[in-house]
């Protein structure tokens, strides 16, 4: 016998109101160092879970060097800072935890694994329309590289 689980805990979480004005969906292109001269295309969507528990982050694109991706952010509430992590999984099985943070118009996430360290930055620009990307990357300690950019543009149906 199975029971329904009631709405209590759906409503929004008031901590990630600060990445209201990520939430939507994105048309993007994007370079990336490895893979010189190709433009990549896709989509991502960046929406409210459970009533706005928790903010799920969508990505698809369309060239087969990068991997679509699920993420779901949350709130660290037992942090004393008020930290956000990412769940993130793609379609090559990997899985990591990111840290993430938003200072006004930017958002953030990294990872600081010794082996392979990762950061993403979102700049919001042009009132919300349009977000610019920039990700880094770090292997065996070394220096930070240039990773994946994308310029997301608001998609208006």
Known sequence: MTSLIGPEARIPNPALQLFESVVGEWRTTG??????????HGRASFEWQD???FLV??????????PSAVAVIGSNGDAADGSFVMLYFDE???SRV???TMSGDVMTWQRDDPGFR???TLTIEDGGDRMVGRGDMARGGGDWEDDLALTYV???A
Request: proline share 9%.
């Open 51 to 53: 009533g706005g528990a």
């Open 98 to 100: 990111y840290d993430v």
């Open 57 to 66: 982050m969508r990505t698809e694109i369309d060239e087969p060097e990068i």
């Open 31 to 40: 370079t990336h160092p490895l893979v010189p001269g190709t433009t990549f």
């Open 92 to 94: 090559r099985s990997v």
């Open 154 to 156: 608001r998609w208006i």
């Open 118 to 120: 990762q950061r993403f």
